[in-house]
């Protein structure tokens, strides 16, 4: 998605049209903010989830 813009919004500029471009160019840039929200999302799932494996495994009864 962020190429898609930056090419359009390059596309745009050649064709004297700046207002659209930079358009296209802030999108770009919240695309790619969005993105990295998603991905350090991701990982801090991922990273609970083996935390939570760790404590739960080192949990042994002792009766």
Excluded: P
Excluded at 7 to 17: D, K, M, S
Excluded at 25 to 44: E, I, K, N, P
């Amino acid at each position: 998605m962020f190429i898609g813009w930056i090419i359009l919004g390059c596309y745009y500029w050649v064709q004297n049209q700046r207002n659209i471009a930079l358009i296209c160019c802030l999108l770009a840039f919240v695309s790619a903010l969005g993105q990295f929200a998603a991905l350090a999302f991701t990982l801090r799932e991922r990273a609970a989830q083996q935390i939570y494996r760790a404590l739960s495994s080192k949990d042994v009864k002792h009766e």
